[in-house]
Structures are given as C-alpha cells and as structure tokens.
C-alpha cells in the first residue's frame, strides 16, 4: 500500500463496514456522493487515510483545481480518495468511509489497494454506492437494484437483482475484486430520471441512504435530504408542467413504473425501530 498515507493511527471499530462512493461516471445526479456527505455529516469522524492520486489519474481529463488558502495563498486541491472513520454512537457497527473519484488509470491496482485497507481495518462487509440514469419518472419511488457477492447474501437483503450486462465503473470492479477475496460484498445503485440527470437529485440519494440503512444498521440524520426532495420534486414539477412534451413523456413513464409494479408497504421492523431510537439517542447527545 505505499500509495497510501495514513493520516492517523488505525483507531479501534466496532465490526466495521466500508461504505464507498465514487465521484464521476459512478455517480448520476451526484445521488451516491451525497448520500455518503449524509453519513459524514451524521457520525463523528475522523479522517484516516488517503490515496495518493499520482499513480491513478490522468491529470489533463481530471484536472486539479486551484483555490485561495486564507484569502492570500494559492492551493492546489488534487483528486480525492479519502478513508473516513465514521463511530455511530447507539448501533452495533461502525463504519468507515471512502470518498472517492473514479480513477482513470491501473483500476485493478486501484481495487486491490482498497481491499486490502478493508482487510487491515478488519472490515466485515463493503458496501459500495452507485446511481445510474434510467427511464424513470421523478414522481415514482426511487428503484434502487443491486449486486451482493453471493446468492444469499442478495436473499438476506432483498435486493432487486440487476440484470444489467455492459460497460461498467469502478463500483463493478471493485466489487468483482472483493468477491476474489473473499470480503462480503454489496452494490446499491438508484436510477435517476434521464430528463434531469444534469441536476443534483437528493431524492436519489435519500433512498440509498434508507436502503444502506437497513443493511449496515446504522441510522443517520437524513432530515437534510427529506427538505431537499420536496423541493426538489416541485421545481421539477413546475419545469415538467410547463412542457407539454415533457409532461406527456413523464406521464408515459409513470404508467410504464406502475405496470412493472407498485412498491410494496412494509411494516416497520425492529431494526427500524432501533434506527429511530438511535437517532433520539444522537438528538439528545446534541441537546
């Protein structure tokens, strides 16, 4: 790992799971890096580790930017992969989180590298976020499908299996590389309306939050991103109104959704419940 430089000494986690997201062709709509900027903002974090980005990027297609450090000083702000501890005070797991840029070069060094920060930090599971554009409608509930290592894994967590066969991302490599090694493995990925995938959709991000939720047990503050998706859905709603073609496209997808079958309403389950009780806990802390 001597791409890698450790901000900190490995802290002690309570077993951990990996939650990564990838800024770039991973990331429609910037659903996946927002739902992971949700659980940083919720847990109490610690940066650990981070990747240096000379070996895996093609500076001149993912430039780095230049910002002002106090008004005065120029820094250059490169691409980054970071390792976050992240403590979830009143659940049974911590987790720790990578947030990523999709590299452009030696992917499978790139993976192997992340493997192998998960086996040393004894991670028990990696989760990795995606969301892709679809044809779906932004009035609909959020499809969320997923890949997991193993078949029963994807029984054990209800997964929508996707059928989808094509180019893939790093979140696909990388999962394929933690099925070789034997490391539990899942991939959530959100569809977005292919109509406003140019626009950030907290909607999107939301239901990767609830669903990521329920597999790591650990609740998070997603208060933010309910606000955010009311809104959402308004402005897009008025945009779409305005748009007789559109409109008719959106209704068009809609009945298609319908078709392929309404979302089923669950009763809240234990751990849901716990969830809730987790995030009192966190709101009194903060009392």
């Known amino acids: ?62 430039r780095p930017t230049i910002s002002f450090s106090d008004g005065a000083h120029r820094r250059i702000e490169w691409p980054r992969n970071t390792f976050i501890a992240a403590r979830a005070q009143g659940a049974e ?14 992917w499978r060094t790139y993976s192997e590298t992340i493997v192998k920060v998960a086996e040393f930090l004894k991670v ?20 969320i499908t997923g890949l997991a290592s193993s078949e029963v894994l994807v029984k054990q967590l209800n997964l929508d299996r ?24 899942v991939s959530l990925w959100a569809a977005v309306p292919h109509y406003v995938s140019a626009v950030p959709n907290p909607k999107a991000a939301l239901a990767l939050s609830e669903r990521l939720e329920k597999i790591t047990g650990v ?15 308004e402005q897009i709603g008025r945009a779409v109104s305005a748009d007789p073609e559109v409109e008719e496209l959106v209704s068009r997808i809609e009945n298609e959704q319908r078709k392929r079958g309404a979302e089923e309403t669950e009763v809240p389950s234990g751990e849901a419940l716990a969830m809730e009780f987790q995030r009192f806990l966190r709101n009194q802390n903060s009392e």
């Open 93 to 106: 797991r911590d987790l720790v989180l990578l947030d990523g840029t999709e590299p452009n070069l030696k």
């Open 124 to 143: 028990e599971t990696v989760v990795v976020l995606g969301s892709l554009i679809a044809e779906v409608a932004h009035t609909m509930p959020v499809p």
């Open 1 to 62: 790992m001597d791409q890698l430089r450790w901000e900190m000494n490995p802290p002690k986690l309570r077993n951990p799971a990996l939650v990564c997201a990838f800024r770039g062709w991973n990331d429609a709509a910037s659903a996946a890096s927002s739902a992971l900027e949700t659980l940083c903002d919720s847990l109490e974090v610690d940066v650990l580790a981070e990747i240096d980005p000379e070996e895996y990027f093609d500076f001149q297609a993912n």
């Open 162 to 185: 996707s059928d989808y066969e094509g180019p893939t991302g790093i979140v696909g490599v990388l999962h394929d590389r933690c099925r070789a090694a034997g490391l539990p493995s």
């Open 219 to 233: 609740a998070v503050d997603v208060s933010g991103l309910t606000e955010e998706t009311a809104a959402y859905e």
